[in-house]
Every structure is written in structure tokens, then in C-alpha cells.
């Protein structure tokens, strides 16, 4: 990360801030058609879906090196377009424009360590081992921020990890997903609207 980047992305903490609640959502992946429904793009895949039902339209927001989707400012879906390993430097960006606290953002990603079908919201931790949540961690200087993890099982034998984690989910395995999806949208509107400790006790015991 350059001193420029740092500078300009880092939320700063002397800013008046929103209401409390979450307010940011993002949905780590990767641009671009060759990524669409990869594993590693499962969190793409549900703030679509979270846009969707609102009828909320996506824009690419150069500033915010993301595609947006919001109501307003009181709630913004976003998709990084700066690949995964830089996902950090498009939160950051959000975050300080809308005036944000780390605890008023929601990560989605897909996590190795968790079956198929698995959900599970925190309101902190390590980045485990994904790159997307260690440049987060890189760019807000901190590992206080909630994150929904949508398991996708760990790879298979001794076959590469990139070639699981970008590879897209069988014929089989899709249906699946879609039933995990409609339950993680579920959790995320309760995140949103009972708080994060609601969802964590009604969707963590769920697969």
C-alpha cells in the first residue's frame, strides 16, 4: 500500500459519524466474467441479491474503486472492483466518505475453513488466511469489524487452493448455494435491522 493510498483511504477518526447500526455491506471477489460464480466470489453473489430485492441499481464509482448499490446514504451495498488481495484500499474509501466507524461495515466472503452451506457472523478476527480480509485489516489499521463467512469447504486432495477457490461451484453443488444464499440474505437483513448480535444467535447454528 503506497503512503498515498494510506493516507486518502484511512477513515478518520476526528469525523462526525453516522447512527449507530450497519450501514456498509460489502461483498469481497473479483471482477470481471472469468470470476462469476466462482467460489471466491460468493460474496459478490449476495450483496447482488441484497440489491436486488431492494429494486437498487449498480454504478461504477471510480472514487470508491467499487460498484455500488444504495439507498441513499443510510445503506450501501458495494463490490470492490480492485481484485480480492486489494480489498481493503475500496472499504477504506467508503468508509470515509460516508463517515463511517469500522463496526458499522459487514464483510462478506467465502471462508475454506467451513463446510458447504455453513454461515457464520462475527464482529471481529483474524483474517484466517483470506487476502481480502488482510488487506482490510492492512487498510483500517484494525481486525474490529463484523464479516459474514459463507463456507465453501476445503479443497480436495493435493490439488492447488487458487484452483479451488476460483473455481466454480459443480452442477450439483449450485442448488445448494442458492438455498445458502436466500438464508444469508435473511441474515444480513436481521443484521440490519435487529443488529449484528440477532443474527449471530439466530443464523450461526444454520447450514
Avoid at 52 to 74: I, N, P, Q, Y
Avoid at 129 to 146: C, Q, R, V
Avoid at 151 to 175: C, M, N, Q, Y
Wanted: aromatic share 8%; hydrophobic share 40%.
Amino acid at each position: 500500500m503506497s503512503i498515498f493510498d494510506r493516507f486518502i483511504s484511512r477513515p478518520d477518526a476526528g469525523e462526525p459519524v453516522s447512527p449507530d447500526g450497519l450501514r456498509l455491506v460489502v461483498g469481497l471477489g473479483n471482477p470481471g466474467p472469468e470470476y462469476e460464480k466462482t467460489r471466491h466470489n460468493i460474496g459478490f453473489d449476495l450483496v447482488e441479491r441484497l440489491a436486488a430485492e431492494r429494486g437498487l441499481k449498480w454504478t461504477k464509482e471510480h472514487k470508491f474503486r467499487s460498484k455500488v448499490a444504495a439507498r441513499g446514504k443510510d445503506l450501501v451495498f458495494a463490490k470492490p472492483l480492485t481484485y480480492m488481495n486489494l480489498s481493503g484500499n475500496a472499504v477504506a474509501r467508503l468508509m470515509r466518505d460516508h463517515k463511517l466507524r469500522s463496526d458499522q461495515i459487514l464483510i462478506v466472503y467465502d471462508d475454506i475453513s467451513l463446510p458447504p452451506g455453513s454461515l457464520r457472523f462475527r464482529a471481529n478476527g483474524s483474517a484466517g488466511g483470506h487476502n481480502g480480509i488482510k488487506s482490510i485489516i492492512d487498510y483500517l489499521g484494525t481486525e474490529a469489524f463484523p464479516r459474514l463467512r459463507i463456507g465453501i469447504g476445503a479443497k480436495a486432495g493435493d490439488s492447488p487452493l487458487t484452483d479451488h477457490v476460483l473455481g466454480r461451484f459443480s452442477a450439483e453443488e449450485w442448488p445448494e448455494m442458492e438455498k445458502v444464499l436466500a438464508i444469508a440474505v435473511d441474515g444480513v437483513n436481521c443484521a440490519l435491522s435487529a443488529g449484528l448480535d440477532s443474527a449471530m444467535n439466530q443464523y450461526n447454528r444454520r447450514a
